[in-house]
């Protein structure tokens, strides 16, 4: 008999939960007793709680993340949460929690709703380290909590879906009731490396697999399972695209970045973010997956120019009226001799650069300007920075700020 519970205790359900209002991408409904209209956004319900920006006393930042559609980006701190718009920049609401355990390790959006994922961090953890909470801010509270025999990697959110990270499973479950549908075993995962697909209609989950360098593709909709080897080493970085249709992956050495179709497995291209071994933090694909970002603790931020073509990838991107012209990625000039010097004389090179402080984290995302990235940092600095697609090189700084320091407005 299967015990699907080996890992998990008992999920527990609040009397109302989050109902969703069909695919609606701003909107939750809430159906709870206060007779609220139920669509309600973190744009239109935020508000900024003044005694919490009073507070001006130094806190630590523990978490940052981007939502589903980098529009926006949370942080958790050891008093509690915040939430950001990027463009433009402005903080649009905050929680503070009173007393002295408000520690917030892990926030994750859902889009821009009112529902958020939370899993306590810090030396004073407002959760449990193994728990991960389900807030709704329109109701101020939790309204679902799932409960595991170790502590949580890493939480994401879907629409229809929630998927918990462990050190070596993955969870999968329904959003509305929280019932188990899937789990999955991995290896060591004490990153919590997962990444989920956001287009309606279609599921694609990818994770480590069961040996060094694989990656798993679960393609929930045809109920398919790929396993890719795609590095030697072990994974240190996953991400896919909005349609789950290309997988870009990093390895511990950090050199190589590679782009598969998660359709079939197939390594589409093979870029280069350097020569020594780095720690890759962040990989994202620009909307069109036309353009591939990467962070890592060497302090610069790489853009490299995907060249595969898009209908044989299965991707949606398409070439628009408008487009600019793209520069290609710098090749050695000794890239000719082919099979006599080693490969990296035949690597492909980023486009563009952003050179930050080394030492600390950084993650990045396209933003919603074109031909822009947006950089946050773990020690509270935003970037927006313009490339040039036509000429590459260094990228232009189009704004600074630091998200953790109370603004004027405010």
């Given at each position: ?54 507070n ?6 523990l ?11 949370a942080?958790?701190?050891d008093?509690?949460f ?10 649009i ?56 025999r ?13 998927i918990?990270?462990l ?5 999968v479950?329904?959003?509305t ?9 991995t290896?060591?995962n ?11 209609g ?20 045809s ?80 853009v ?9 990838s ?8 408008d ?5 290609n990625s ?21 486009v563009?650069?952003f ?6 984290k ?15 940092g ?33």
């Amino acid at each position: 008999m299967l015990q699907p519970y080996l890992d998990q205790q008992h999920p527990e359900m609040h009397p109302d939960p989050p109902a969703y209002d069909g695919y609606s991408e701003e909107a939750v409904n809430q159906g709870n007793s206060r007779g609220s209209s139920g669509n309600v956004s973190i744009d239109t319900v935020a508000g900024v709680d003044r005694n919490a920006v009073s507070n001006s006393a130094a806190m630590t930042l523990l978490h940052v993340s981007f939502n589903q559609d980098y529009g926006c980006f949370a942080i958790g701190t050891d008093r509690g949460f915040r939430i950001y718009n990027c463009d433009p920049f402005r903080e649009i609401f905050r929680r503070d929690f009173e007393g002295s355990g408000g520690g917030i390790g892990s926030v994750e959006m859902l889009f821009r709703c009112n529902i958020l994922g939370f899993v306590g961090g810090g030396d004073s953890p407002r959760y449990p380290l193994n728990k991960v909470m389900i807030w709704d801010d329109h109701q101020s509270r939790c309204i679902g909590e799932l409960s595991f025999r170790s502590e949580v990697r890493g939480v994401r959110l879907r629409r229809d879906r929630i998927i918990v990270v462990l050190e070596q499973k993955i969870f999968v479950y329904n959003f509305t009731d929280l019932k188990l549908l899937h789990q999955i075993e991995t290896v060591a995962n004490p990153k919590g490396l997962c990444a989920v697909s956001h287009v309606t209609g279609s599921f694609v989950l990818v994770c480590p697999g069961l040996q060094k360098g694989q990656v798993r593709v679960e393609h929930y909709a045809s109920k398919r399972t790929k396993f890719i080897m795609a590095h030697d080493s072990r994974i240190a970085c996953i991400t896919l695209s909005q349609d789950g249709n290309l997988l870009a992956t990093a390895s511990s050495k950090g050199t190589l970045v590679r782009i598969y179709n998660t359709q079939d497995g197939v390594l589409l291209q093979e870029v280069r973010r350097g020569a020594d071994r780095a720690e890759i933090y962040n990989l994202a694909f620009s909307p069109t997956a036309q353009w591939l970002a990467v962070s890592s603790d060497k302090g610069t931020v790489h853009v490299f120019n995907l060249k595969f073509n898009s209908v044989n990838s299965g991707s949606e991107r398409v070439n628009t009226p408008d487009s600019n012209p793209i520069v290609n990625s710098p090749i050695s000039p000794l890239s000719f001799i082919k099979g006599v010097l080693p490969k990296y004389f035949n690597s492909e090179w980023s486009v563009a650069q952003f050179r930050l402080p080394e030492g600390q984290k950084y993650i990045v995302s396209f933003g919603h300007q074109k031909n822009t990235v947006v950089i946050l940092g773990l020690d509270g600095s935003f970037y927006r920075c313009m490339f040039d697609p036509t000429t590459g090189g260094e990228m232009s700084q189009l704004e600074y700020r630091n998200f953790l320091k109370p603004e004027e407005a405010f």
